[in-house]
């Protein structure tokens, strides 16, 4: 008898978190081992630039106000490691200028504690989403096809408005599938697979 497929095996996402507060840290890695990442909590905001700089980090969580060193300035210097490295900032003491700040060094995220879990859940699938992070086989699907979407638009040296006309589907549409972040029908890709000139299953690209 032949057996079933197995599920595609994704690496886990890791997460650093830090916090001076040991009890949030342990509460924020029981519940995203719980969701299947892979955590490391500091409680120490000095030892971040050497975790960063070795740790292979996808996301970090940091607390805003810490002794010694800031959030912000811890975010500084995860900014001269890595610039691209997804940031959510946490605070107890939300306020528009810590705010505008974090968004100024890329922050992704402001979050205001206390915060319930699942808020919290919601925020870190935003993050995920944005970065393109995916961790399902579905999401892994979608981010394949969006990505040889746009690759075969950019051969072509079609803008997204270029494409929406040849199909009739909205621009908004067509950037949300290619960011992955609506799931196409399959009406949609046999549109977008003729306006392109490529069969339905080259949109699946090598997944």
Do not use: W
């Not at 196409?184 to 697979?193: D, E, F, M, R, V």
């Amino acid at each position: 008898m032949q057996q079933p497929a197995r599920p595609t095996e994704l690496p886990a996402v890791r997460i650093l978190v830090v916090d001076d507060d040991r009890a949030i840290c342990d509460y924020l890695q029981l519940l995203l081992e719980r969701d299947g990442f892979a955590v490391k909590t500091l409680c120490d905001p000095a030892a971040v630039e050497d975790e960063v700089r070795v740790g292979g980090y996808h996301l970090v969580i940091l607390d805003l106000m810490m002794p010694k060193i800031d959030g912000l300035e811890v975010l500084r210097r995860i900014r001269r490691i890595d610039s691209d490295l997804a940031v959510v900032i946490f605070t107890g003491y939300p306020n528009l200028d810590s705010a505008v700040s974090s968004m100024k060094l890329d922050a992704v995220d402001y979050l205001k504690k206390p915060f319930d879990a699942e808020e919290f859940r919601e925020v870190i699938a935003r993050v995920m989403r944005k970065k393109g992070l995916t961790r399902t086989p579905e999401e892994q699907l979608h981010k394949a096809i969006g990505d040889t979407i746009r690759q075969l638009r950019k051969d072509k040296e079609l803008t997204l408005k270029q494409l929406a006309h040849r199909t009739g589907l909205s621009v908004s549409l067509l950037s949300q599938i290619e960011r992955a972040e609506s799931s196409p029908s399959l009406s949609s890709l046999y549109k977008i697979a003729g306006a392109l000139d490529s069969r339905m299953s080259d949109l699946f690209g090598s997944y």
